[in-house]
DNA sequence: ATAATTGCAAATGCTTTGCTTGTGA
DNA sequence: TCACAAGCAAAGCATTTGCAATTAT
């Protein structure tokens, strides 16, 4: 259980503070899309003294330095994860909000392909799937 | 320019008022994608009497209703515009904040394709694309 | 008549920020 | 050392809501 975003955050120069790196650790062993709400409450469970509003810096702090990535699914808060080198994209069971990553090259491939029918260069694109499960 | 959200309204019997008949008319005549604070706006210049609290009430009871659709682009408040029987996905000039619709029927299936190869049935999805314009 | 709707202002929920104190490089 | 970060509480912003007055059917 590495602690990838910290790592990440050394190469890219972001300043580390003890803060950081708690949040930097439980983030990298998070392994569903937690929200800053959740975060807090698992950063609290080891330094308790940890402020939201730390919380709130941080993750932003770690986005923008490419590290992690934050997403704003329907309906709910925004929701973090570490940033991964091979995109993917989500889909998210309306049920329990389970949430399941996926790629697909076709999709990538077409969605290149409608921006630049439409006179854009695609420099970025949102694709979620909602889905109910399929009882076998 | 006909009301076509007041007509659907009627078809769906939803309560009409003064105010939620000037909102459809002006949601109606808009060919673009107005924040609610842009709807009040421009109800405003035809009765200046509507609160903000209505226009935020109406286009709820409208998007439930079906007649208007919701979209919570990226780092933008909600945008609204009247819903069509087709099905559309949009892409978002980043420079610029203009909004292109389009349809692409490949992707479509594609999504669905994913979505039962992970043990789900479709039922809603989000597509964006953000791009910029190419000179030529 | 009367249940629903409006306008206003206050409340909400998430997120950001100013300020003072604390701290990593 | 000293620019930057943390903690706290207050502010911000989009949106919702309680309530008394008004209105549609």
Same mark, same amino acid.
């Given at each position: 259980?590495?602690?990838?975003?910290?790592?990440?955050?050394?190469?890219?120069?972001?300043?580390?503070?003890?803060?950081?790196?708690?949040?930097?650790?439980?983030?990298?062993?998070?392994?569903?899309?937690?929200?800053?709400?959740?975060?807090?409450?698992?950063?609290?469970? *080891? !330094?308790?003294?940890?402020?939201?509003? +730390?919380?709130?810096?941080?993750?932003?702090?770690? &986005?923008?330095?490419?590290? =992690? %990535?934050?997403?704003?699914?329907?309906?709910?808060?925004?929701?973090?994860?570490?940033?991964?080198?091979?995109?993917?994209?989500?889909? *998210? !069971?309306?049920?329990?909000?389970?949430? +399941?990553?996926?790629?697909?090259?076709?999709?990538? &491939?077409?969605?290149?392909? =409608? %921006?630049?029918?439409?006179?854009?260069?695609?420099?970025?694109?949102?694709?979620?799937?909602?889905?109910?499960?399929?009882?076998?």
């Amino acid at each position: 259980m590495n602690n990838v975003i910290e790592d990440n955050c050394i190469k890219k120069g972001v300043r580390l503070t003890d803060q950081r790196k708690l949040i930097a650790k439980v983030m990298s062993e998070s392994n569903d899309h937690p929200d800053v709400d959740e975060l807090h409450k698992r950063v609290n469970k *080891i !330094d308790s003294k940890i402020s939201i509003a +730390t919380v709130y810096r941080t993750v932003k702090l770690f &986005e923008e330095a490419g590290v =992690v %990535a934050k997403h704003d699914f329907k309906g709910n808060k925004a929701r973090y994860e570490e940033a991964t080198q091979e995109h993917h994209d989500h889909l *998210i !069971d309306v049920n329990t909000g389970e949430i +399941t990553e996926f790629v697909n090259e076709d999709i990538e &491939e077409l969605q290149k392909k =409608v %921006a630049e029918k439409l006179g854009y260069k695609l420099v970025d694109h949102r694709l979620e799937l909602y889905g109910s499960k399929i009882k076998k």
